[in-house]
C-alpha cells in the first residue's frame, strides 16, 4: 500500500514536471517568436498594444493617476536616462521586463520542482533567462532589429524579480506550512 502510494506520488510529480517543462521551453519559443519580427511587424506589434491600452484608459482612466503618472516617470528615468520617450518605446521595455518576469518565474518553478534545492533553482530561475536574453537581442540583429545591452539589463531585471516572487512565495507556503501543522498537534 505504502509502495504504491510513493509511486502515485512519483508519478504525479513526473507530470508536474513534464507540464512545466513544457510551459518552459514553449515560453522560449514564445520570446523567440517576437525577437524574430522584422522591424515593420515589431513596430505594428507595439502601436496594436498602444492603441489597446489607450481604449482601456478611456474607460478606466488609469493614465490621470498619480500613482500612474509617477511610475510611468520613473520607469522612462530608469531605462531611458529621460522622461521625454514616447509611450510606445515604454511599452516595448516593460514587454520586455515583462516577459522575462514570466520566464523568470517559470524558470525558478520548474527547476524547483525537478531539483528540489530552493539554491540552484534561484540560481537558474537567473542565469538561464539571462543567457536567453543575450542569444535573444543578438538573435534580432539576424532581422535587421538593433541589439542593445539595455534590453538584456531590463530582461534580467524581470528574471530576477520573477525568481524574487516565486522564491517568496516557496518560502511563504513553507511557513504557513509549519505553522498549519503545529497547529494541528
Do not use: C
Amino acid at each position: 500500500m505504502e509502495k504504491n502510494r510513493k509511486s502515485g506520488k512519483s508519478q504525479e510529480r513526473l507530470s508536474v514536471i513534464i507540464i512545466f517543462g513544457v510551459i518552459f521551453l514553449l515560453w522560449i519559443f514564445l520570446i523567440f517568436y517576437f525577437s524574430s519580427k522584422s522591424p515593420t511587424e515589431s513596430s505594428m506589434q507595439s502601436h496594436f498594444v498602444y492603441k489597446l491600452l489607450k481604449k482601456v484608459d478611456n474607460v478606466i482612466d488609469f493614465s490621470n493617476t498619480t500613482l500612474f503618472q509617477r511610475m510611468e516617470r520613473k520607469l522612462k528615468m530608469i531605462w531611458f536616462k529621460t522622461e521625454y520617450v514616447p509611450a510606445e518605446m515604454l511599452i516595448r521595455k516593460t514587454a520586455h521586463f515583462g516577459l522575462y518576469f514570466i520566464f523568470g518565474s517559470i524558470t525558478t518553478i520548474f527547476f524547483y520542482i525537478w531539483k528540489s534545492d530552493i539554491i540552484v533553482s534561484s540560481i537558474i530561475g537567473v542565469s538561464l533567462p539571462a543567457l536567453f536574453a543575450v542569444f535573444d537581442e543578438y538573435n534580432q540583429l539576424f532581422y535587421n532589429r538593433g541589439s542593445s545591452l539595455n534590453d538584456v539589463v531590463i530582461d534580467i531585471s524581470g528574471s530576477i524579480f520573477g525568481m524574487i516572487l516565486v522564491i517568496v512565495s516557496i518560502g511563504t507556503y513553507k511557513i504557513f506550512n509549519i505553522f498549519l501543522k503545529k497547529s494541528h498537534k
